[in-house]
């Protein structure tokens, strides 16, 4: 007596009991889970065949990136000790850099120590300074920035917000502390023109700060944290703020100053009157001027390449040593007399 | 009380020693779930702890304890009349609600439900401490999305389930019933969920039931009717049902105004389907109700025209109400493994966060004095002319912000994304479970059911398998295989072919042929006996026999007819499968049990029709373990009949019989349970006029008596059934189900210890054992089979001496037992009964039997109680780590069940409630092994990985943000958006990681099931464990090392600003990680490929757009960057060196050490390709053979 046999009995003894529908599930290759697929493994040949290739990439890589690294000329220099006459104290620096009455002009030499094209990239790099400290990269309000209408908008600005009473524009720690050395380059009596335009990016010149914003009541609080900017251009203009806005990523970071657009001779001499006005005593900052002609791969940096390059001879490596693996323990695949329950009958 | 039959259930004889086995063990009860105790406490049943878990006998035992039914407990229903219904008591309409949340409560509900989750409480404890101007790490919104998201998910899943029953229970609640009109005294039609206590409603045929209703009238003048309890319990057969005489002659209804009705009190509302206990006044007389007198919500009228019944519970307290509750919760042992690991992780994310908070203390003391003027800091807050320190507090407070700030910043090392994933994960598995067509039961027409969502990934891990016997291994279709009558063995139709002659009796009726709807092989010899020899001694037995085993029984003859319009067959409905079989083998001998009222019944003796009189029927029950009927012959002798078991059948039988029948009867009796066959005894006795009248008058008495009914008819029925004759034994085949060897093969195969716990007797548990491979002829039994604690330590000493004997000769039993194979050392198979184990469970022996039973390969309980059942496995559960599975059909495996890591319930011949207790439910036994060793082993294979790869990922990702905050002075900055960072583990990198948790396969079936060794792995734990994690966590270190460093150095000294590289690092980290997964997935499937690419897409898209987005500070930065060559650069070194490591080791491992598994794939890759050439060989040499 099964339960389809008293189904149908029970069914056939009634009026119309409909025959119940089979719940069989419905055959499709997705259900039953057999899909077609494709089943890598690792064979041999794969393996030696990926450790080769990516050496076969990665080396030449290596190599042309290193050779553009030493391809590019940077001068680098640093002034901050250099420009502070006399004692060495912490606190007398400090003391020396918020002077406002001292005239603070410094001038240094830099001796091109290779033929240099343009365009040769001046940058201030400065060492120690969190550019992303959380007080720090939080402080800035970018409506602001932006519109002119919102210049009352100064939330998130802490504590930089506003200065008698009235909001500042640019608001915020970031603007308020801009970077304000300067530096005039001359070859002997030459000068070298500096061109400051294009040293930030054009979208945010376009569309990050607004043509019709201008600087109001900025730095006229007690504590001046840097340069002052002109109240009569506007703010898609400052490109030196715009560049500064623009936070580093890491506490060593470099910022465009400008770029010089002729070439340098090997074994020139720069001089630079520097204005030794920001003041990265007060925490031991360090500050550099840089010279850097760039290549594809950006300025003067080796690590790539010999990082491409180790990659490179590791993957070669161990192409090598996985062949030698695959050689002196030959293992056919899929044997099934490597199961474990083959293995070692014996052992049980 | 005539005709009211409850019969000779299964469960209720395999659980027949169960009373005399007090006191029982308990253990698998109390410490079972929270949830059922809570359910149970909601149905007003008397004792909370008991009821929702009860096995047929234990609830009858429960309700026998309530027979006297006091009238302040009762419910007073008053026929006809729903105003006047018992005033003390509420009664609800009977519209029902299953669905959980209304419009207005779902969202309170709904979040409370969903924050009983530890770890959102977590999660929400961040979003909070975020909102502390203090702490603002994030902005408001991107901190709560993670939260906000998962909750959403689950609440859109949840309102979507409770739509769905909402809109069934509308169509539930709306559909119409005919109830009746006590002014017009007509039948009008009415909505189900207008329906009230009280209240008469008429139902037709094949019409579903709308509530629990006591029958007053029905079609047939005898007061019977039928229905169908499929929906309740699941058994398929009809039961009858019966009204009383007194309410049949006069229905209410049209010519019966209804204000003469009477009075009906009954329990209150419980959820013990098998019993109702109540009575009913009318006309002044007092008449007994019982549960042959209720039909209950969900069953179906069939073969009845009408039947007119008045309601007494509805809505909410019907009992098929009371009976529904959900899944049970449990939590599979991946996830409690994983909180372990959570854990871990916890104290990496404290560490992480002491380590920045303490630097964050340093820096800030070196820089104490600097703090005032560095531009970055600002000390001071000058700005409203007052001079006040800004958002500084001293170097403490700093210290404890710092740590608080670095938990939110660092909070998703736990991962949230995590449990979401899995609940996804585990809803495609148990899609893939239910849709696949090798778990589909074509002779039950069901699919596999996924009960319990959560312990998918359990299957794959399964070290014990606890087997109920019957219905489970065997079909449960008895089928007729031999007689003893007076010590003499008829087994011929046992051996003979079908055919022998038309043996079976084909009864002509006028133009009508009648035939049993199955006949049974016959004993040519018996039947000769039964045609010539009716004279002997001999035939006269074999004719009582038959007679007895025709009527003596509840079943209830249907006759049906067939495409033949001559030709009409008999259908003998009954409860008990053992009873259908006796009926059809007694009608193939020749006697032919056709018609059943409540008074008589009619037999086809050998040709006759004969007209007997059900004078009084004594039902089964496990005190006596047998049941009678006293019929009135056509030759006006007055017989008992008495069918039961051996033990009890000879302990009454008549003293001065002839002791060499007796004993041939028992030798009989011993080889037919050798054989595996169920036995019954069957006896007579021809009772005197004075007995007889004795009998009736304490018969009537016991039955109109409204106090401790039960027990009275229980001493009534003893004191007749003595001096017996013995007529002689039946044995009963129990079919074992298909596949049931292979199936237990394979398991073996598979380090998987079958038990099987029976309630049959040990020869018959024995022999079944034998029959299903389980044991085998080489194996040494050791059978525990004692009376007395004494005697059981004794046995347990010397089986622990055998093993250990075993022990020298084979090095490592244990080993053995561990890796569960069996092919040189000596196995050893232990039985042990349920008398024993009364003994040693719970007590100091219960260490001992641990012991022996793990050592053996195979044991066997038999004549176990369900709780007994439920011991056992916590006698497991508790001593090993190893993972149970309990698989039963019965109401009496409920229990262990429960007990089990996984309880399985077949979904078969006995009532559902195993189905209701289970987490899984399947129709045979042997899906067991596609279920563990397919399912199983793909679910554990894919969560593991899972599991492991969401700890990865994430903690990759924390990695990176650590290692940042290292050059921000300690202060928490993160390079990477904060709107990404939100992102990274709900949108960039979770939709690989589900997919390839429903869809990747290590293996295919084939081998799968080919190789059944290959299941240990997951027994081993062998993709989820402690190193496995540690080697992952020093991954993720390794690849945050170089996702952040390679970066860092190349752009050290540089113009780029803090937006740029957190795009690249996000960037990197995303397609790091989904390369990672790419490496690891087994089966490169279309939806793979679009899920792990897509997903690296997606989150280039995102990071294009959040970069779009002029009023944050990363305007652009990601085209710019893009625009460089030393971003490529830098993505590619990532890419290649992060992976190094991950790709060189895997690949060494998989060559030096392969696992199984690993073997296992290759084979599924390049071995197919020779067993295909191979088979086309083959071919070629069959078609050269001819």
Known sequence: MNNSAAGTSSGSGDVSAPRRNSNRPKYSRFTQQELPACKPILTPRWVISVFTLIGVIFIPIGIAALRASTNVVEIVKRYDADCIPGNNTKAYKVAYIQDKNIDKTCNITLRVPKDMDPPI?????????YQNHRRYVKSRNDAQLKDRGKANDTSGCDPEDASNGSPIVPCGLIAWSLFNDTYNFSIGNQNLTVNKRGISW??????????????????????IGGASLDENTPLSQQEDLIVWMRTAALPTFRKSYGKIEQNLRENDTITVTIKNNYNTYSFSGKKKLVLSTSSWLGGKNDFIGITYLTIGGLCFFLAIAFTGVYLVKPRKLGDPSYLSWNRNPSGR | MAGD????????????????????????????????????SRDGFPNPAHVRHLSRTETERLASSQRELADSNSRIVFIGDPGGSDPRFETPRNSIRTAKYSPITFLPRNLFEQFRRLSYIYFLAIVILNQLPQLAVFGRGASALPLAFVLLVTAVKDAYEDWRRHRSDRIENNRAASVLDPQSGRFLSKRWKEVRVGEVLKVLANESIPCDMVLLATSDPTGVAYIQTINLDGESNLKTRYAKQETMSRPPGEDHPVDSAGVIRCEQPNRNIYGFLGNMEVDGKRVSLGPANIILRGCELKNTAWVIGVAVYTGSETKVMLNSSGAPSKRSRLETRMNRE???LSAILIALCSVVAICNGIWLGNHSDDLELAQFFRKRDYSDGDDKKYNYSGIGTQVFFAFLMSVIVFQIMIPISLYISMELVRLGQAYFMVRDANLYDESSNSRFQCRALNINEDLGQIKYVFSDKTGTLTENKMEFQCASIRGVDYSGGRVSSRDNGEAHYILAAGKQILKPKMSVKTDPELVRLLKNKGDTEQGKRAREFFLALACCNTIVPLVVDTSDPKQKLIDYQGESPDEQALAYAAASYGFVLIERTSGHIIIDVLGNRQRYDVLGLHEFDSDRKRMSVIVCGPDKTINLFVKGADNSMFGIIQNKVDLSMIDATKANLHAYSSLGLRTLVVGMRELSRKEFEEWQSAYENANTSLMGRGKLLRAVASNVERELHILGASGIEDKLQEGVPEAIESMRQAGIKVWVLTGDKQETAISIGFSCKLLTEAMTQIVINCNSEESCRNKLQDAVAMYRKFAVISPDPFENALTGTGSTKVSMALIIDGISLVYILKTKLEEELFKVATACDVVLCCRVAPLQKAGIVSLIKSRTDDMTLAIGDGANDVSMIQTADVGIGISGQEGRQAVMASDFAMGQFRFLVPLLLVH?????????????YNFYRNAVFVFILFWYVLYTAYTLTTAITEWSTVLYSIVYTALPTIVVGVLDKDLSRKTLMKYPQLYRSGQRDERYNLKLFTLTMMDAVWQSVATFYIPYLAYRQSTVDVSSLGDLWILAVVILVNIH?????????WITHVAVWGCIGATLICVIIIDCIWTLPGYWAIFKIMGTGLFWLCLLGVIVAGMLPHFSVKALKEYLMPSDIQIAREMDKFRRINAATMEIQMNRFSMLQL
């Not at chain 2, 199983?936 to 492991?948: F, P, V």
């Not at chain 2, 997964?1077 to 499937?1085: H, I, K, M, P, Q």
């Open chain 2, 936 to 948: 199983g082993h793909w679910n554990y294979q894919r969560m593991a990985y899972m599991i492991l």
């Open chain 1, 121 to 129: 990239y001046v940058y201030y790099q400065l060492d120690n300074f």
């Open chain 2, 5 to 40: 039959g409850l019969t000779i259930s299964r469960e209720e004889e395999e659980e027949e020693e169960e009373r005399s086995l007090a006191p029982l063990p308990s253990s698998g009860r109390h410490h079972r779930r929270k949830s059922s105790a809570s359910a149970a």
């Open chain 2, 1077 to 1085: 997964l790419a490496t690891d997935v087994f089966r490169w499937y």
């Open chain 1, 202 to 223: 054009k979208s945010d010149r376009d569309h990050k700060f607004g043509n019709d914003v201008f600087p109001r009541n900025f730095q006229n609080g007690t504590l």
């Open chain 2, 342 to 344: 959570t854990l871990l």
